[in-house]
Structure formats: C-alpha cells, structure tokens
T-cell receptor
Framework: AQSVAQPEDQVKVAEGNPLTVKCTYSVSGNPYLFWYVQYPNRGLQFLLKYITGDNLVKGSYGFEAEFNKSQTSFHLKKPSALVSDSALYFCAVRDRPGRRALTFGSGTRLQVQP | DARVTQTPRHKVTEMGQEVTMRCQPILGHNTVFWYRQTMMQGLELLAYFRNRAPLDDSGMPKDRFSAEMPDATLATLKIQPSEPRDSAVYFC??????????????FGSGTQLSVL
C-alpha cells in the first residue's frame, strides 16, 4: 500500500529562518506526492505536487519541496518563514496507481515564532 | 473563486439520530471524495466517486454510513444511526478531469459533527 510518514508532530522556527517539514514515502511504482496546508477551521489547500520531472518543485506561498528518490523523501521547505505560515501541513500520496484518491500523513504543526 | 461548499458547517446531534451532510463540488469536477478527520486517526478516506459513480466506499462502516451523488452538483453523506464515535470533521473534496496540472484536490471547509 502507498503511504507517507511525517516523523515530526510539531516544528517550531523563528520568523525569517528557513523551515523544513519532513515527509518520507513508501510506494510501489512511480510516486505521486503532494503537500497540503490546513489553517484553523478550514479545509486543506493544495501547496504543490511532484508527478515527474525536476526534483525541486515550487509551489504556492513561496514553498518548495525536494523529491529525493534514494532517501524516499519529499521534504517541504521555505527559505524564510512567516508568522502567517503557522498551520498544519500534510504530506500525501496517491493511494493506489491510477486513482485520484490520496492517503495523507499524520500532519505536522508548524509554529513560526515572531 | 470556485469552491467546494459543504453544509452544515456544524452539527450537534444526539446518539441514534440521522445526520445528513451535503457537498456541492466545483462545477465541472468529475471526482468527489469524502474524508473524515479526527485527532486519533488523522484524515481517512471514506468514499470516492467518479462521474457520480461510487468507486470505493470501503472506508465507511456500511451498516450506518451511506454516500450518494444524486446529481453532479450534490454529494451526500448520511449516518444512521449516529454514534458518539462518529464525532469528527467531515470534508468533501473534488477534483477536475485529467492529470498533470489538474492533479490536485479542492477541499470544502468541512462539517464539524458532534454526537452526544
């Protein structure tokens, strides 16, 4: 079964510092990987995806993610964190080849401190 | 901006009552999903529709949950009878045709369900 793991429940960074939210994946076949963000009392919002191509994927709000096949990782990054980036971040993978449904990780709460 | 609309936003009910949650997917989207979010289990896929046909509802307790798409503009999730363990936030999401640049889901704001 396709799965993703987010090893950190919470990440704290200071505003202006770079941030990394970690994700590792386990898939059979080609991985279709995603990052979503959830703000309080809201649904999830798409940030970026990796389907194929460049290992560095750029997304919304200045976020990017690096796909690393040898380490089976897809970490989310941002060069300079903002307080407004504080939210719950989910890594996700297509749950089965050929399907659009996603399996989500457990989520990482990002707290950016002023 | 086009958005997925879910109603109601909040629902408090007593154990044993029927609960119906509704979702209006984005016009033109052909895939619809129901997810449940809890602290303990995270996000779980309950049901998955493509072109209004159910592709997968294996994530739902069949004895009490049912999901339907009576038309392309409405998806429903029903719980009958409801139980306290059903308390969660239920999200509907829709996705457009195609792949590649269309490979993303759009989520509604969810229905927060509390079963007392």
């Amino acid at each position: 079964a396709q799965s993703v793991a987010q090893p950190e429940d919470q990440v704290k960074v200071a505003e202006g510092n770079p941030l990394t939210v970690k994700c590792t994946y386990s898939v059979s076949g080609n991985p279709y990987l995603f990052w979503y963000v959830q703000y309080p009392n809201r649904g999830l919002q798409f940030l970026l995806k990796y389907i194929t191509g460049d290992n560095l994927v750029k997304g919304s709000y200045g976020f990017e993610a690096e796909f690393n096949k040898s380490q089976t990782s897809f970490h989310l990054k941002k060069p300079s964190a903002l307080v407004s980036d504080s939210a719950l971040y989910f890594c996700a993978v297509r749950d089965r080849p050929g399907r659009r449904a996603l399996t989500f990780g457990s989520g990482t709460r990002l707290q950016v401190q002023p | 901006d086009a958005r997925v609309t879910q109603t109601p936003r909040h629902k408090v009910t007593e154990m044993g009552q029927e609960v119906t949650m509704r979702c209006q997917p984005i016009l033109g989207h052909n895939t619809v999903f129901w997810y449940r979010q809890t602290m303990m289990q995270g996000l779980e896929l309950l049901a998955y529709f493509r072109n209004r046909a159910p592709l997968d509802d294996s994530g739902m307790p069949k004895d009490r949950f049912s999901a339907e798409m009576p038309d392309a503009t409405l998806a429903t999730l029903k719980i009958q009878p409801s139980e306290p363990r059903d308390s969660a936030v239920y999200f509907c999401a829709s996705g457009p045709l195609g792949s590649g640049v269309n490979e993303k889901l759009f989520f509604g704001s969810g229905t927060q369900l509390s079963v007392l």
